[in-house]
């Protein structure tokens, strides 16, 4: 209360950097605030940190032939094989594959796919939505009407499509090689269209204050107002979107992996394991299936919370 | 020499429904005429003022004087250059750069992500200018910190950040500021402070302002020859001192009377009738004349067209 | 000299926040009798609209009444809970806000709505809420109000609305209407017109009217007191015309002097250096001494001290030494 500045008495210089902006924002303040945020967020990166070192952490390498004992098949978590007397954290798979390992594996090949589709989904959203949203007319028309279309398939039905076609269309050989990439295409582009309707309307919202109005004044092109100005001022709820969506994109990989059409035998994902798994259910190796399954519920539960947090955090009027 | 020369200015807007609406509910085109042949010269390092109620199209005039909107017909000539209609694209860019524009609203009309330096900057780099030192110069010019130029726009306060929005206006170098509402949303101490200083620039830089205002006080503090607007219409173009003293426009004088006074304690003002019409189903003739007290048959037959009177201009048919 | 109307005492609100608790009423005491208009001017920041907001009850939390009594007709209010202080909100206290299409349900007819009210508030059939709501209409001046009463808010103009939602503020007939920036968002003639219902209206029903605004020219022209708000405090009070031919305290006389005035003609403008502080930053001492030109040490360390009715919060106030 008494620091009260005076116009010409010398300041010293800061210049804010950006960091420093985050970290006296309202937003930041907000998360430290909330336990839900903060324990979801370590939860998150604790799964992404084990799942990038996973060759350093896991106690095998699951995928390479020469490590596999199958005496070791079927071991139960934490008791010693009854041949060879080896022991695993969380049991292996009939093959001998410690499951452990073979999730952390796994979880790479999920959060690479949900990353990158949801990356696919919002580059293809955002400039679209921008577009529409700028330039309107019968652009806006064509961009939007096609996304209602899709709105109206459920999305895994589209990727499913998707994943079809380009399996069609690959040749046999490199099908395995292709199989991540064709997922990502497919869960991509089921996901673009929420990205491209809130852009569109924040967009719309943008372009007409008047920090706009004083760009296209000088003689910008819409090109350079709509990366320069507008992007960076609609940023923030696409980001509540691109959380919210990497949990659905996750649960979708897994949702097609699980049915077989995603990622191969050769590159498990969490959703392989499990479809893996549950063909082991009733024989009484739960383990294979359960690990698995709950490593996929905490990834998917861990990214959700966070993007309903940051939804709250970032948009007040919603609460 | 004028600057800036009007010719019957007219904007039409298309504020229809949907075409399928339309053809549904059978209804016409809705279309509204925000500007209606509008005509007025503005001299060299003079200030313009245009005042008018809502719905008087001083906004929609200011924005086809930059450039942000096309008039519909007639034409704007600045400089003796026509924005709408030029081709050359080096004479136009020319242009652009000595016409400069002042917003409203100081809160929209600074990018929140950008840094102050290069709000200021932008028309200059824009055009691949060199731009070092420019904002710090500026910013001293206009009464901020030279060390603000690294600062965010909300660390400032509204009438802060009109000052800034006037450092970018003349980072360019411009000859024409067009200020729409400049201080209406600032309070009246802060008001002072930006209005003494737009007269300051003005005469250190030779500038020419167009201004926009609601604010009678404002305009005549400011402005060396004022148009009073009713419905997209110019009725009554005269200096302050004329225009103030010798009302010849019943609207304008029904505008002065409502005006709330500093000194009118407990003044029962003449109440002004009814309200401005629906600008989509404006009134035949003078558009004035349901209001107007002393209005006649003629003035619901015929627009009165803006004629001489003394020094005034005015578009009254019984004006005197 | 009869009961006030409205009565506030040393009322101060407080929000706590992460950076500290901000106070932006602080210390505020004022009356308003029947039959007149208070005006309550200052800037944006000053108060004005909180201090209202506080006698109404309708403080957006975290932000609360921290000291001070408010009384109406004789009864202490500011402690009053929820349905206590919504039956009084409705019949004893009406509020205009400045944008009217806020104040009114979008999906009632302006009948309905009237009704409604009435109906709350006053022991009256349907019939009879009925034909009050016309009468209401009529008496705030919207013509055909008989047909126009089954109508919706979209279909009024901006200052027709802003009449109905005087004659909703009006229908239960309040002792006491609050005004908060009545005519800010209308245009001078119609701004003219519904300056002329309030006056009409306080005069004739004797209403105590809150009138709420920025703008020295309506205060000057509607209000018979005026209460001059800085950073949350009351900075002068009194008659409208003593406050502002002679202001004694030297921000209201910066504020009167900044407004460009038809006398004055191209000169330049008085100006207050600085701007309002932000309500984490007010200073120490009277919150206007880093601004004022006058300012001595005493200004900077003790607070300018707490007024009544004819005061200005001011150690050295103005025109009190030229009286003397």
Redo the contacts between chains.
């Keep these: 209360?008494?620091?009260?500045?005076?116009?010409d008495a010398p300041q010293k210089v800061v210049e804010q950097s950006r960091l420093r902006v985050f970290l006296d924002s309202d937003v930041f303040?907000m998360f430290k605030k909330s336990p839900v945020a903060v324990i979801s967020t370590i939860i998150f990166a604790s799964l992404v940190l084990s799942a990038l070192f996973a060759p350093l952490i896991a106690p095998t390498n699951p995928f390479d032939p020469a490590s596999l004992n199958l005496m070791n098949g079927f071991t139960g978590p934490m008791t010693p094989n009854a041949f060879t007397g080896e022991s695993f954290f969380l049991g292996t798979d009939d093959q001998g594959r410690d499951v452990f390992s073979t999730i952390l594996y796994g979880m790479r090949v999920s959060l690479f796919v949900g990353v990158a589709a949801v990356l696919l989904a919002m580059v293809i959203g955002i400039t679209l939505g921008l577009i529409s949203g700028y330039v309107g007319g019968w652009t806006e028309t064509i961009i939007m009407r096609t996304a209602d279309v899709q709105l109206t398939f459920p999305s895994i039905l589209v990727a499913m499509l998707i994943f079809g076609v380009a399996k069609g269309i690959t040749p046999v050989e490199y099908r395995d090689q292709m199989a991540i990439w064709v997922l990502i295409l497919a869960i991509g582009l089921s996901d673009w269209v929420q990205f491209a309707r809130v852009v569109r309307g924040a967009t719309m919202v943008e372009k007409r204050k008047e920090y706009v109005e004083a760009a296209r004044l000088i003689g910008r092109t819409p090109y350079a107002i709509m990366l320069r100005h507008i992007l960076p001022n609609v940023l923030s709820p696409v980001l509540v979107i691109a959380t919210i969506s990497l949990a659905l994109a996750i649960i979708a990989e897994a949702t097609l992996s699980f049915l077989g059409v995603g990622a191969p035998a050769t590159q498990p994902s969490l959703g392989t394991l499990i479809r893996i798994g549950q063909g082991f259910l009733f024989s009484g190796e739960w383990w294979i299936l359960l690990f698995p399954a709950v490593t996929l519920l905490t990834l998917a539960l861990s990214v959700n919370l966070l993007g309903d947090w940051l939804r709250d955090a970032l948009n007040p009027r919603l609460r | 020499m004028s600057l800036i020369s009007v010719k019957s200015l007219t904007r039409v807007f298309d504020v229809s429904k949907p075409w399928l609406n339309r053809v549904i509910e059978r209804r016409p085109k809705a279309l509204l005429t925000a500007v209606s042949e509008v005509d007025f010269e503005v001299a060299e390092r003079s200030t313009y003022a245009l005042v008018g109620?809502?719905g008087s199209g001083k906004s929609t005039i200011g924005r086809m004087l930059v450039g942000l909107l096309k008039p519909t017909s007639g034409n704007v000539e600045i400089n003796g250059v026509d924005l709408a209609s030029e081709s050359d694209a080096a004479k136009i860019d020319l242009i652009r750069s000595d016409i400069q524009m002042i917003f409203q609203d100081p809160f929209a009309s600074l990018n929140p992500r950008w840094r102050v330096r290069d709000i200021i900057v932008e028309p200059v780099v824009a055009r691949g200018g060199d731009a070092t030192g420019l904002a710090e110069k500026l910013l001293e010019q206009v009464g901020l910190s030279a060390l603000d130029a690294g600062k965010f726009p909300h660390e400032f306060?509204?009438?802060?950040r009109q000052r800034i929005c006037i450092a970018r206006a003349l980072s360019s170098e411009p000859k024409l500021i067009v200020c729409d509402e400049p201080t209406s949303a600032l309070?009246?101490?802060?008001?002072?402070?930006v209005?003494?200083l737009m007269?300051d620039l003005k005469d250190n830089f030779g500038l020419t302002y167009v201004l926009i205002s609601?604010d009678?006080?404002?305009v005549?503090?400011m402005a060396d020859r004022i148009g009073v607007l009713y419905l997209g219409r110019l009725v009554e173009e005269a200096s302050p001192e004329d225009l103030?003293a010798d009302t010849k426009h019943p609207y304008t004088k029904?505008?002065l009377?409502?005006?709330?006074?500093?000194?009118?304690?407990?003044?029962?003002?003449e109440?002004?009738e009814g309200?401005?019409p629906d600008p989509i189903n404006p009134p035949s003739g003078c558009a004035f004349h349901p209001r107007c007290p002393i209005a006649r048959d003629i003035c619901k037959a015929e627009r009165p067209v803006m004629r001489p009177l003394g020094n005034t201009r005015v578009a009254c048919h019984l004006a005197e | 000299m009869s009961e006030p109307v409205l009565s506030i005492r040393g009322l101060s609100v407080e929000i706590p926040s992460?950076t500290g608790t901000v106070k932006p009423v602080d210390g505020v005491s004022y009356d308003i009798r029947a039959g007149e208009i208070l005006g309550v001017v200052g800037?944006?920041g000053a108060g004005k609209s909180m201090a209202g907001n506080a006698v109404i009850g309708l403080l957006t939390p975290p932000a609360h009444i921290a000291a001070g009594e408010i009384w109406l007709n004789g009864t202490r209010i500011d402690a009053l809970q929820g349905e206590d202080m919504r039956r009084l909100r409705g019949k004893k206290i009406g509020m205009v806000f400045q944008d009217p299409l806020t104040s009114l349900n979008p999906l009632l007819s302006i009948g309905d709505q009237l009704s409604e009210t009435m109906l709350t508030h006053l022991d009256i059939s349907r019939n009879e809420a009925r034909k009050r709501s016309i009468a209401a209409l009529e008496e705030v001046g919207i013509p055909g109000a008989a047909e126009r009463i089954d109508s919706y808010p979209h279909e009024f103009?901006g200052?027709?609305r802003q009449r109905v939602v005087i004659a909703l503020a009006l229908c239960a007939e309040p002792s006491l209407i609050i005004a908060d920036e009545p005519t800010t968002a209308l245009?001078?003639?119609?701004?003219?017109?519904i300056?002329?219902l309030l006056k009409r209206l306080c005069r004739e029903r004797g209403t105590a009217v809150m009138l709420i605004t920025?703008?020295?020219?309506?205060i000057?022209?509607a209000a018979d007191r005026v209460a001059v708000m800085y950073a949350g405090r009351l900075a002068e009070l009194g008659n409208?015309?003593d406050v502002?031919?002679a202001p004694r305290h030297p921000y209201t006389q910066?504020?009167?002097a900044?407004?460009?005035?038809?006398s004055?003609g191209?000169a330049?403008?008085?100006?207050?250096?600085?701007?309002?502080?932000?309500l984490n930053?007010?200073?120490?001492g009277c919150p206007f001494h880093?601004r004022c030109t006058f300012a001595q040490d005493k200004c900077r360390a003790a607070p300018s001290p707490q007024i009544t009715d004819g005061a200005a919060a001011c150690w050295f106030p103005i025109a009190a030494e030229k009286v003397s």
Aim: hydrophobic residues 40%; aromatic residues 2%; glycine residues 8%.
């Design positions: 209360m008494t620091d009260m500045p005076i116009k303040y | 109620e809502s306060s509204g009438g802060q309070d009246v101490s802060v008001q002072a402070q209005l003494n007269s609601h009678l006080t404002v005549q503090h103030f029904m505008l009377e409502a005006a709330p006074r500093m000194d009118g304690f407990g003044r029962e003002a109440l002004p309200e401005i | 992460r800037e944006s103009s200052g027709m245009d001078v003639s119609v701004q003219a017109q300056i002329a920025h703008d020295m020219g309506v000057a022209e409208v015309r502002l031919t910066g504020l009167m900044s407004t460009p005035l038809a004055q191209k330049r403008l008085h100006q207050i250096e600085g701007a309002m502080p932000r930053k007010v200073p120490e880093p």
